[in-house]
């Protein structure tokens, strides 16, 4: 016996297309809940003076909201860890309402925004460059700075930090497909100041 079967195959696409809007606003959905939960035990912790327990909540997941990130601000602040620890977090929206703040807000404020001109120009201000040792994420932006731009406003070499940016731009030049130099460059410099400033946080 011969079964003719007749597919509907816009009917199949319709189903497909539903279902694929369907996942992806279940997924929104579980994310915006898990930012709001980390947000609440974020705010209870510190709350109890523990800023460190705060800092730990939700500190692998690659989610973020506004909310949270200035949690998250308030938190490093508090502990004196912004220029070292801030872009280990995921970074969601513009700086700008750092920057009126001075000191390690404003510095973090102009790299959140990718603006390294001002970060450079203002750093002298808050820091001795030649005689104290700079918080991690101060140095990379210096170090992308200074591989930028031909004039700098502030000249600085870190001889460690100098080969590891050479080496993060000569692995991504090994790939011609955006998305696998991305990945490349994720596996190995995820938690740099320079992948965030080439991959992440666009529109900045």
Known sequence: MTLNVKINYRRVWQISLAMAVLVFFIGIAIDHTDVRRYATQMESLMAKGDYQGALAVGERS????????N????ALAHENQLG??????PIKGSG???ITRKGDYELCGYLIDKQLDR????LP???????QRLPRYYREALVLYNHLRSNPHIV??????????????????RYSDPKARQMAV????????????????KGK
Do not use: C, P
């Open 84 to 89: 070292e620890r801030l872009f280990s977090y």
């Open 125 to 131: 201000h808050y820091y001795n460059i030649g005689e």
């Open 96 to 98: 700008r309402h750092l």
């Open 156 to 173: 600085y070499h870190n001889n460690v930090l100098d080969t590891d940016y050479r080496d993060m731009r000569e692995l991504a030049r």
């Open 62 to 69: 690659d989610k973020t909201d506004q909310r949270l990130l």
């Open 186 to 201: 994720f596996s190995n410099y995820e938690d740099t100041y320079w992948y965030y400033y080439d991959y992440l946080n």
């Open 71 to 74: 949690l998250r601000i308030k």
């Open 119 to 122: 970060f450079a120009a203002a």
